[in-house]
């Protein structure tokens, strides 16, 4: 897949990372709302800045190992209101994953950026599975896979270590033959 990659998800697209993005990062990883249901806790300016140039690296990698990409609304691409990411994750596998800014929440932002990047998973990166890990009290991200179709797998037992304690996650996932975009 040719860098850079731009998607078109409705109200909001998603595009590479660039170094101008660092105070939009931070204004999400660093508030606890959004952290509390990632896996891992609210960042620093430093670790922004690392995080951000670790997706401009990473991104210009061959073979990629992950398209981290940032969500921006539509017209308007130089803000970042969220990211979202599908990592290889063995053969033929992706793990999806995604955030969006608090003062973003319930405008369907999280169901176009994943719906967008599990349809590029599949048809562009030729994937055959993509998983999705959730805590179990983020209902929201629950309810998000769910419509989209994953199907839950179980429970990964204190498979994060965040807020000072160790969480489990629901292990959802789709099959590309499962897959209705």
């Given at each position: ?14 595009r590479?990372?660039?170094?101008s993005?660092?105070d939009d990062?931070l ?6 709302r959004?952290?509390?249901?990632l896996?891992?806790d ?8 690392a ?8 991104a210009?990698q061959?073979?990629?190992?992950e398209y981290?990409?940032?969500?921006a609304p539509?017209?308007?691409?130089s803000?970042?209101v969220g990211?979202a990411?599908?990592a290889f994750?063995?053969v ?10 608090a003062?973003?929440?319930g ?5 176009a950026?994943?719906?967008?990047l599990?349809?590029?998973g599949?048809?562009q ?6 998983s999705?890990?959730?805590g ?6 629950v ?13 990964l037992?204190?498979?994060v270590?965040?807020n000072?304690a ?8 789709v099959l ?6």
């Amino acid at each position: 897949m040719p860098y850079p990659v731009r998607l078109s998800a409705g109200k909001v697209v998603l595009r590479e990372f660039a170094p101008s993005d660092v105070d939009d990062v931070l204004a999400i990883i660093g508030d606890d709302r959004v952290t509390a249901s990632l896996s891992f806790d609210s960042r620093s300016r430093d670790e922004a800045v690392a995080m951000v140039d670790g997706a401009v690296s990473r991104a210009k990698q061959e073979p990629r190992t992950e398209y981290y990409l940032a969500v921006a609304p539509q017209g308007d691409e130089s803000r970042v209101v969220g990211f979202a990411r599908i990592a290889f994750a063995g053969v033929q596998a992706g793990k999806l994953g995604y955030a969006i800014a608090a003062e973003h929440w319930g405008r369907g932002y999280a169901t176009a950026v994943s719906r967008a990047l599990v349809s590029f998973g599949f048809a562009q990166l030729g994937l055959h599975r993509i998983s999705a890990a959730i805590g179990p009290e983020n209902t929201a991200s629950v309810a998000l896979v769910e419509k989209l179709g994953f199907v839950r797998e179980g429970v990964l037992r204190d498979h994060v270590h965040t807020n000072g304690a160790w969480r489990d996650s629901i292990l959802y996932s789709v099959l590309v033959d499962e897959w209705r975009p």
